[in-house]
């Protein structure tokens, strides 16, 4: 077969939707495909079950409903259906208040977003802003860590009079959002400034947030699904609020994920998702083999990469499939936005360890109007489309697994398209590998773990306060502690504390571990 009839055999495009698939350099094959019909039958069926209101997140009891934020219609309830297009409804009202100035800061209209969160409710925003934020009616800032250092840069850049916070949180418990809101609310009180008549939540409906935010009396409340995770929020309020604030064409990127959640609903050999998850299956042979690289040949979607690894990654990453068995899947995911990427990893990708398969993105519209000719005939963006090109034939040559998605252009619909796409490819590969997309149990191992370091933090403070004033080597600590006390981890704990005066004063008498002491001081 011809390179030709290889392209014209795994082209898929929808010239309505401007979105347009290059599988030929995937290596496909009729033998593959027919291997794969099962897999293929049962992850349309378990997709239409999730859709249809199905427990698909069985650890907690939840349905997964991201496909109905852009479709109420296909919501299983009135109830739902109402509460998905009025929350819409009140997003865009809102944003129409702030623009206006009916809703306010002490100083007048609000110049700034502040947005804190963590996860899916800091990355969807980041992505919204990043990629659509060109010409902002607010400008946007980001706390999406328990980093004091990271607070107080973004801190520095704000003026807290002008600005409207956004406090992200399902649950209202998670440490990071929480932090950074006590952080964010004690600055206000240091400014003489009222945090609640500022403050925005976004939470479910009777959580520890939700209850502050009413008690306190800020300015509104907008809900967080229980059947929404975070990676898969940024159709609802989550990312939908702030890209309203900022000025984004929510309506428009809410139609583009309603359009491609259409297509790639099909069972169709032109289903882009489908075709797109047995691409990642084949190069990854099931299991994970190779990672997924992915090069967005287009500024606006340099955080894209990001973006996809929470979903993807956490969404694949599993220890355990859906019967129990332990099977350690997933696909590991990093990027760089092109031509960036011909300067520092391209290198490795053609000519190293043939351990991925890529994913180009191009956008075929360079930009609004005409361009500049830097040669004659050749513009900047026929540059980046050469880049773009020449990337692809450099790795095919080379043997190395690539895939090509083109836009027709760059807007709020077409990112609308991309989330949607990939959504529901990770729901289908998810499928194929009998896993379950929908949760994460290694996310709350992680935050478990966590919660342990910082309890022995205090039992640490606490002896060392009842014994003040006197110094002690990290064993006389440990053993005051217990015997299963782990040293290691009481002597990061020590150094972290006497760092930053924590009332902790160490004293080092040589590089020696053993020899350093720490006691406790007024």
């Not at 947005?115 to 999406?144: R, V």
């Amino acid at each position: 077969m011809s390179n030709w009839e290889a392209f014209l055999k795994n082209y898929i495009n929808s010239e309505k939707l401007g979105v347009f698939f290059d599988f030929s350099e995937i290596g496909f094959s009729d033998e593959f495909f027919e291997s794969m019909s099962a897999k293929v039958r049962d992850a349309y069926g378990n997709m239409a079950a999730l859709e249809s209101g199905a427990t698909a997140n069985v650890d907690e009891n939840r349905q997964v409903g991201h496909y109905w934020l852009r479709n109420p219609n296909i919501a299983p309830t009135p109830e739902l259906q109402e509460v998905i297009q009025s929350t819409i409804s009140h997003i865009l009202n809102f944003a129409r208040d702030v623009h206006s100035g009916n809703v306010r800061g002490p100083r007048g209209v609000f110049k700034n977003l502040l947005c804190i969160g963590i996860g899916g409710s800091a990355l969807g925003p980041q992505l919204i802003n990043s990629s659509l934020g060109d010409h902002p009616k607010m400008k946007p800032y980001f706390i999406d860590n328990t980093d004091p250092d990271g607070i107080d840069r973004t801190l520095g850049n704000i003026e807290l009079e002008d600005t409207l916070v956004i406090v992200t949180s399902k649950s209202g418990s998670t440490p990071e959002p929480r932090n950074g809101m006590l952080e964010i609310m004690n600055r206000f009180e240091s400014e003489g400034l009222s945090f609640q008549r500022q403050a925005v939540a976004v939470t479910s409906m009777g959580s520890k947030l939700h209850n502050q935010a009413t008690s306190e009396g800020w300015i509104k409340t907008f809900p967080m699904f229980d059947w929404i995770g975070g990676r898969t929020s940024i159709t609802s309020a989550v990312g939908l609020l702030p890209g309203a604030l900022i000025g984004v064409d929510i309506l428009e990127f809410l139609s583009g994920a309603r359009e491609m959640d259409s297509w790639t609903r099909m069972r169709s050999e032109n289903n882009p998702a489908m075709r797109l998850a047995l691409a990642w299956y084949k190069a990854t042979e099931g299991h994970g083999k190779k990672d997924m690289v992915l090069i967005p040949y287009k500024d606006s979607l340099a955080d894209f990469p990001k973006y996809l690894q929470q979903l993807i990654m956490e969404s694949l990453g599993k220890e355990k499939s859906l019967n129990g068995e332990i099977v350690n899947q997933g696909i590991s995911v990093y990027g760089n936005k092109g031509s960036t990427d011909q300067h520092s990893y391209i290198q490795q990708l053609r000519d190293g360890i043939n351990n991925f398969f890529a994913t180009i993105i191009e956008v075929l519209q360079c930009r609004d109007g005409k361009s500049l000719e830097v040669e004659k005939s050749i513009t900047t963006g026929d540059y980046l489309h050469g880049f773009s090109m020449g990337t692809e034939r450099a790795l095919s040559a080379n043997n190395r697994l690539t895939l090509v998605i083109s836009l027709r252009k760059f807007n709020a619909f077409s990112l609308g398209l991309l989330i949607a796409l990939y959504e529901r490819t990770v729901g289908f590969y998810a499928s194929f590998l009998g896993i379950n997309a929908y949760h994460q149990p290694g996310v709350e191992a992680g935050k478990k773990a966590a919660a342990e370091v910082l309890a022995l933090q205090k039992s640490i403070l606490e002896f060392l306060r009842k014994n003040k004033n006197k110094l002690f080597h990290l064993e006389e600590i440990s053993a005051q502690l217990g015997s299963s006390t782990d040293k290691k981890l009481t002597f990061k704990i020590l150094e972290q504390l006497s760092h930053n005066g924590r009332s902790i004063e160490r004293v080092a008498e040589s590089d020696a571990i053993e020899n350093i002491t720490y006691k406790f001081i007024e």
